[in-house]
C-alpha cells in the first residue's frame, strides 16, 4: 500500500469556522509533510514531523496548527482563516528525510476554500 | 536565497515525440533530485529520483540527467503519449536537509 489518503477531497469554511484536515498513510514513514499549493505554482512547504515530533515550521501563522496523534495520522487544524489561505492542502510522507534519498507520497489533497 | 527554477513554463510535443523538461538550481549544496509529475486535480506523483554521485538515471520511458557543473537538471520523456500531460516539478534538498525545494513547474501538452 503506497497510498496517502486525504480528507475531506473539498472544504468550504468562513473566517470564523474551526475545521481540521485529516492525513493518513500505512507505509510505515516516520516523516510527514503539510504543504500549501496557491494554483499555477508549486507546493510550499509548511511543516515537516519527524516521528511524530514537530521537526520544520516554516513560519506559517498561528491559525494553522499541524498536530501527529500517531504514526499514521496527521492533522491540520483550522482557526480564523483569511480568504488568501484558499489554497490546494497537500500532505506527504516518506520513509525518511530527502538527503537521503527517500521520496516523498503525496496524498491527492484537500481543496480549501476561506470565505 | 536558494532556488530551484525551470527554463520554460509551457512545452508542448507532438505526439510520439521526446519531451525534455529542463531545470536550473542554484544550490551547490544539493545532492537530491526528484522530478515529480501533477495532473490536474491530483497531487504530486513520484517519477524518479537521482543523487549527485550519479549523472544519469532511466526509469520506463523516463531518463534523468544531472549536470553538476552548470547546475542543470533535465527530465526526458520517451515516446510522449497524451497521457503525459500534467505539470512537472523538480525539486531538490541539500546535505541533511530535512525538505525539499520545489521548481516553478512546467506544463507539457501533448498534441495529437
Known amino acids: 500500500d503506497t497510498e496517502v489518503t486525504q480528507t475531506p477531497k473539498h472544504l468550504v469554511m468562513g473566517m470564523t469556522n474551526k475545521k481540521s484536515l485529516k492525513c493518513e498513510q500505512h507505509m510505515g514513514h516516520r516523516a510527514m509533510y503539510w504543504y500549501k499549493q496557491k494554483a499555477k505554482k508549486p507546493p510550499e512547504l509548511m511543516f515537516v514531523y519527524s516521528y511524530e515530533k514537530l521537526s520544520i515550521n516554516e513560519s506559517v501563522p498561528s491559525r494553522f496548527s499541524p498536530e501527529c496523534p500517531n504514526s499514521s495520522l496527521l492533522n491540520l487544524h483550522l482557526h480564523a482563516l483569511q480568504p488568501e489561505d484558499s489554497a490546494l492542502y497537500l500532505c506527504?510522507?516518506?520513509?525518511?528525510?530527502?538527503?537521503?534519498?527517500?521520496?516523498?507520497?503525496f496524498g491527492p489533497g484537500t481543496r480549501l476554500t476561506v470565505t | 536565497g536558494e532556488s530551484v527554477g525551470l527554463h520554460l513554463p509551457t512545452l508542448s510535443v507532438q505526439e510520439g515525440d521526446n519531451s525534455i523538461i529542463n531545470c536550473a538550481y542554484s544550490?551547490?549544496?544539493?545532492?537530491?533530485f526528484i522530478w515529480y509529475k501533477q495532473e490536474s486535480g491530483k497531487g504530486p506523483q513520484f517519477i524518479i529520483d537521482i543523487r549527485s554521485n550519479m549523472d544519469k538515471r532511466q526509469g520506463q520511458r523516463v531518463t534523468v540527467l544531472l549536470n553538476k557543473t552548470v547546475k542543470h537538471l533535465s527530465l526526458q520523456i520517451a515516446a510522449t503519449q497524451p497521457g503525459d500531460s500534467a505539470v512537472y516539478f523538480c525539486a531538490e534538498s541539500s546535505k541533511g536537509a530535512q525538505k525539499l525545494v520545489f521548481g516553478q513547474g512546467t506544463r507539457l501538452t501533448i498534441n495529437p
Open positions: 506527504a510522507s516518506s520513509q525518511g528525510f530527502p538527503t537521503g534519498g527517500y521520496e516523498q507520497y
Open positions: 544550490n551547490s549544496a544539493s545532492d537530491y
